[in-house]
């Protein structure tokens, strides 16, 4: 028998990082012991007890959390960063090149500096592997990599709903999103605009006309499927619940549903997590809760001239800490379904 | 002193009926006397207390239901139908000219007898002034009407969202509508999609593709105040939220940003609720709940080519009773504004 | 016509202090011009726009907050202080005798010096007349007073509930109270536990056993009604919703359901905002919202011998700023329903 | 290799059990073959896909519905039964004896036979083993039973509460509950009163003053306990959120705080679902959700002379679903924690 795995996770205090963990306690290799949890890290929460922030992890409620620095992460097999946009960088570059480091934040998923100067600002850190397996040859590249940059929630929602028909070529390449979100994605922040009193009863519209950093991601992972510059318009919306995400994406189309249906249905052929629902059927974020699986539909309006294609994904899991799982699973040779499931908690 | 006029509604037990009873008991004329309320109906639950399907409504919780019949109806000055789409053309055609009937059904919204076919099928009823106060020449044709067709809550909110650019002609005629709705634009149905274990914690897009059957209904509004016809591409999402809507709208455009904004400015500057933020602020449906308030916003995308406007509605008020309150208030040459908020229950 | 009276409101930017807002908009003394609004002032918000906190106040939006000083609410008529516990007193008492002080904080509702001092701490300020008005003997002392205590929101709704059995001596004096709030109870406060991902689809207890601050309110108001000493076990209750409150109050009984119903019919007999409900119906919060109401019901476990009381309000109007605006009404003199609705906001 | 145990699972397309499918689907018995799903039936829904219904339950989306009889539920090894109350005993009897039968309706819960004639009513069934295996003495029985009876959702949570005070003889016999659940308590009913549109923005009583079925139940878990008959006054409230039940529950005491953490310390010791919350945290059903957990906390309010126990469990697994398939593994004699998580979804 080999030696276990040790994993660590950075901002384990988190939404992103305590679905890591969530989903790690579920992984077959943590039930047979091939992989085992190291350092939980943490900013201003080190020094506290996991339970305090997240009592729904009762099997770690006792686990102290520690500084987030690359000593405290060094010596693992598997790192999570869970770390506000820009924090990353530092510490990957204090690992050893071995370490199997996955990113959760934004800091290499652009390939564009200029885009990177836009949405961002700061130093240009580069790009890493980008951790969406189901985009062409993704796996190639992420079942070598030790670097990986986990996906935003909205682009993984939108890219999935639209890759299909970009590759196929059946849409001009001007995509509109409107993606809906639960509160989650905005994190664990002590914020007045996202208390439950603001967000229940309401939906609104925020970080619009292109100011929202997800924006040139989706645009970047459409383009390079495309071959082309896609430009894309792009509304999150928050709604009153705590996780999902539905992407409404439509573009310009002469195609047939028929031929629209059957371009996604190929896409999605084989793979584990992608969901074309039934002809007739439509995508609900609640039946993806807790899971890694991804609802797919697509229609043609045929007075409009437009297709539209809609995914439904829980923003926490396939949206973050899933696609991170995922990619991990890669990296490491494992089975890329381990420890995810396709079946939500619903209702 | 006039004698008082008497109020019909028939649809009571409904939510568009118990809507138009919230508003009518805070009307100045109702407290003053100059109108009174007549008979109340409904179909299934006639012979049953208003109380029983209206807690809120204490005042009137006494007051019994009797069925909805042009019987029933005759004799008063003013009748709200809040009836099944295909039930008021019947009923309208038993009352004298001289009634005042506001329908909130769809049966007289489309001046297109085709578009009737499509969307709605059954025989063709003709149309009636819409209203929409708002629109071009809206309120002329109100204060003389005895018979008005009030519109849906979509297409006023999505209406009012694009009006001013499609008027100022500054975007192709090319419209997308994603609009996220709270539940009661449903109505009070006893179906299992609708129980709160399946809408908590979830949103779901429904009716996508053109086959809502408020989307003729928006492109003949921003068709008719183009001169021109418009595609509507048109998705509508549940979220979970009783009361609401957002319509997020896009089309092309070569405008500017300030342009935008000035041509919004001069559409809303008379309007007592029509309600354009200050820049940088953006539109919630929590804002306008219970009231007839219209929060507006736009925007342009540059990059995308895209003029997006937003409108925060609330569904019954704005999106139903309220607009057939602020019809009946210009037919019967009272202000516009009795009886009509522009401050929302918040938080 | 008599000069217009000036309304100030302390902690303008929170939920108090807006809700008070909401309703003087619709008071009929604003509407006629003979109550008018002066300063509006905030603590750290200072210097900002009302409608960057309270964007469904549109009247107002464009009022700006000046700081919470006694200079600045100097010169008014009336002034609501709707501030932090223990800033009430040194505000209070710099302003004239004749000026009518309305606080809906704690400061003056207790009339124990040692329950103030074990619940509270620091210096005791005292106490006010209590705005209750339901309560025996409280409409007179209102009527006269320029200092007014606003009950806490639990209070109301608990001390309602059990009033009507209490001061007909048909329970012991051993009352058990839990109590589901919504949350903009807990206030306008940016911290993480109330943020909207960790209070929706969850409910929770807090400050049990005593611990809440209400508790020994409760205890003061049931045993003046007594006469005597009453327990009072209280337990608060946070539920996914931004309003209400539904207190479930219980004490042993012998009482049959009869004898029961006619206590609460001659309690609420001739009282504008106590509406017990038929035998059968059940209160619910959601009939309530952005009204004064209280929806009432009581029932007999003969088995378990105990009385069981219901009282569902809306925390932040007859919780707070309706009972404020009542109390005020009562004070100057006006009509106790004016600007104070029946009739809640539902669905 | 043995040959794989066959399960079937009546009711199919409810909630209880698209629950028991989640559960199988994610244990290590499907997963490994030695479990497999047979027959999966329903009555109105029979002849419909299973993915219709429970778009969650993605492995099973194309697998049809048949109807509920005893000829299709024979030649299963164990046969859920989630059928409404009655149904049960018929179909049971038509079984062979070696087949496990858990049923997750009430008609075998009840030990006297006036109690179900009181609540139920009905030809009395009789009674089966208990499916709550941290009950004294139930580990043995249910290990040796061929028939199961699982508890109600209410009882679940009020009895684990208060069985460690009882069972320690530190309260009278007098309790009282107050449970807040969630809308899936309810089932997948079309019931006006159920709608999102209702529910949402809301809470309210319901089945007041022991008229709810459960309370006889608890009152039988307790007093089987405590040696005595103990009286249950029970309180169940519907809040807005789909899944939750949090238990209030408290009994005059004169123990101290001390004294009752000890009791349910050691009460809770070895059990794997039963989670003593460090003290001064309290539950909350949110860390529960999708988990068989139950989180527990004790304090004593000395003022009152009054215990407070809590239990946050979620209805559909711990409270029914969950607690099916743990009674199964104990009749089977699998390892009792197969197929079950004590980490919920959260947030």
């Known amino acids: 028998m080999t030696t276990a795995r040790t994993i660590a996770v950075a901002g384990a205090s988190g939404y992103a990082g305590g679905e890591i963990l969530r989903l790690l306690l579920g992984h077959p290799g943590y039930r047979d012991g091939s992989l085992s949890l190291g350092a939980l890290t943490a900013g ?180 390079a499927i495309a071959g082309t510059e896609v430009t894309v318009s792009f509304t999150p919306v928050l709604a009153p619940m705590p996780r999902g995400i539905l992407a409404t994406c439509s573009a310009p189309t002469t195609a047939t549903a028929e031929q629209a249906r059957a371009v996604y249905e190929k896409f999605c052929a084989d793979e584990p997590f992608l969901h074309l629902l039934p002809a007739g059927s439509l995508p609900q974020t609640g039946s993806v809760i807790g899971s890694n699986a991804v609802q797919l539909q697509v229609v043609v309006d045929a007075d409009a001239g437009r297709l539209i294609a809609f995914a439904a994904i829980d923003n926490l899991t396939k949206g973050t800490a899933g696609g991170a799982v995922q990619s991990m699973n890669l990296a490491l040779g494992l089975p890329e379904t381990d420890g995810l499931d396709t079946v939500g908690v619903a209702p």
Not at 71 to 93: M, N, T, Y
Not at 161 to 166: E, K, Q, T
């Open 44 to 223: 201003g929460n080190a020094g506290t007890l996991l339970g305090q922030h997240h009592p729904h992890l009762v099997p770690l409620a006792h686990r102290e959390l520690t500084d987030t620095s690359s000593e405290r992460l060094a010596g693992h097999d598997v790192v999570f960063l869970a770390l506000p946009h820009g924090k990353s960088a530092e510490i990957a570059a204090a690992l050893p090149e071995s370490t199997l480091v996955v990113d959760c934040g934004a800091d290499f998923r652009l390939t564009d500096a200029s885009a990177w100067d836009r949405w961002y600002g700061g130093e240009y850190a580069g790009h890493w592997p980008y951790g969406l397996p189901e985009l062409p040859g993704a796996r190639a590249a992420l079942s070598t990599a030790t670097r990986i940059a986990v996906p935003g929630c909205y682009p993984t929602a939108s890219t999935l709903a639209m890759a299909p028909a970009v590759a196929a070529g059946i849409v001009s390449p001007e995509v509109s999103v409107v993606a809906v979100s639960g509160t989650s994605g905005a994190g664990k922040s002590a914020r007045v605009d996202l208390i439950g009193s603001e967000v229940m009863g309401s939906v609104r519209p925020y970080g619009v006309a292109g100011a929202h950093r997800h924006t040139p991601e989706i645009a970047q992972n459409l383009g």
